[in-house]
């Protein structure tokens, strides 16, 4: 596992319930807050010091011999005069976030192999860190079994969640052909495009693992999908979109009850600083990248 982001209760109020629960799933302390937004000044002083080191000749230094803190490079755009007083230096995609947690979420409950966040490495992480006991591997008969999780398919769920897709019925113009994305004997989903992500995650997900699964995952993953469309309405509320960004994080700390700590990769925290980004600069509509990429 090379970077986790659990521990999404630091993101709810204090007095948030779910910080006086035993059972959160999160990783850390309940009583951590989450870590504060640094400004552009604050980065501009940290990056002071920082050399950049261009071209195939020159050797490069080691972190600890920089002595720069996480920084590896001075990005450019910090030499414009304005750009340490913006309050969203760099956007963030919605297109792509989406994208990468809609295909996250399918490959995880399908066990697509090379692409599930779920497999025997997580696992070792789990016995390693000493959490979600009832997921650690065991070997039996010179064989090392992994448990069932809570959002595990059978052979049977998996082609039924195929099979809805591959006979789905949608109106010309509302998305592309899905159906040939299917494929219902090998049990995985292949070739999507960013807008057949876009599709799946608002509207066809949450039809699609209707029955299936335990309770837990089967009821937080429509709430992610809530999340996606309140935030790509053509108009949207302030206020709305702060309730939004509590019940993604509330969604995230339910999510971290069943999914393994490799599941919390950078795409899927992205998800949290989503809804701060749509209240500075609008509706997303007006700053995602289906104008270029389409």
Known sequence: MKFSYGNHIRFLPNDHPYRRRKHTGSRLKDKAMAPSIPTGAEVVEQLRN??????????????????????????????????????V?????????????????????????GKSKDHHNARKDLQEMGIMVHLHPYEEDNTTHLPATAFTLSRSDKKLFCKRLFDLKLPHGYSSNISNCVDVQKHKLKGLKSHDCHVLMQQLLAISI????????????????????????????KEEIVELE??????????EKYFPPSFFDPMIHLVVHLGREARLCGPVQFHWMYHFER
């Open 50 to 87: 920082v050399v950049n080191d261009f071209g195939k000749g020159i050797k490069k230094r080691r972190r600890e011999e920089r002595n720069e803190g996480m920084w590896k490079k001075r990005s450019i755009f910090f030499t414009l005069p304005y750009w340490e007083v913006l309050l």
């Open 89 to 113: 230096s760099h956007n963030l995609d919605v297109m792509h976030v989406e994208k990468n947690v809609c295909e996250s979420i399918i490959n995880t409950l399908l066990d697509c192999n």
């Open 210 to 237: 209707k029955g299936l699964m335990e309770e837990g995952p089967r009821v937080a993953i429509p709430q992610l999908s809530k999340f996606f469309q309140g935030l790509c309405k053509h108009v949207i509320d």
């Open 246 to 255: 509590t019940e993604v994080v509330e969604t995230l700390c339910q999510l």
